[in-house]
């Protein structure tokens, strides 16, 4: 929901005063983010170690970077719960205390609860339009990701299957690897628990 109905440029968004939640530029609108739960906040602790250690001397890793991008023809501020931008599209000498002033290889989605896949594949097309290269949406509950390129069919992965993408050179890493290091594998959800109970009733 948006703090007001006020219609924000990008220059006033950014001289809002900060709040306990990252705030989000939709179609003039300030949208706070949801509020990321525990699985949420050790994926995306767990995701920027492991992308930071590869990404060193390559470009940057950030959390919760805002990007000016467009949406639609509109000013659009998106907060990424990570973002990986290289050296060759943002020089490794910038350092302005500033947003991400352009689109990045790679913007990552973690699903919270109250968040359906479905708006969060909407907004991964509305990265990809901005010039974003790729755009990852992980899902606590399936412990999968979902890769979407411009170019082609978005790919769903789990376990052992390995990202490749010659876009990050080098990187080694599968789903599996991900949600063991941040101590999620096998962590079912309530709905799962719920309907394993019921199995077992039967």
């Not at 080694?172 to 999620?184: E, R, S, V, Y």
Request: with cysteine.
């Amino acid at each position: 929901m948006a703090i007001s109905t006020t219609y924000w440029t990008v220059q006033e968004f950014f001289e809002l005063p900060e709040r306990d939640r990252p705030l989000e530029l939709v179609d003039g609108q300030a949208i706070p983010k949801m509020s990321p739960k525990f699985f949420h906040s050790r994926l995306q602790k767990t995701l920027l170690l492991i992308l930071d250690a590869w990404a060193e001397n390559r470009g940057r890793v950030e959390p919760e970077w805002a990007i000016v991008l467009q949406r639609n023809g509109v000013d659009w501020v998106p907060v990424p719960d990570l973002t990986y931008i290289s050296f060759e599209r943002l020089s490794a000498d910038w350092m302005l205390d500033e947003a991400c002033p352009v689109a990045p290889e790679l913007a990552i989605e973690i699903i919270s609860p109250g968040q359906s896949f479905g708006d969060l594949a909407e907004k991964a097309t509305d990265y990809l339009q901005a010039g974003v290269s790729r755009v990852w949406l992980i899902d606590t509950q399936a412990q999968s990701i979902t890769i979407f390129y411009p170019d082609t069919l978005p790919q769903t992965i789990k376990g052992t299957t390995a990202i490749a993408d010659d876009l990050l050179p080098e990187l080694k890493l599968t789903p599996q690897q991900i949600f063991q290091q941040a101590g999620l594998v096998d962590r079912a959800s309530p709905l799962k628990e719920e309907a394993r109970g019921q199995r077992a009733e039967g």
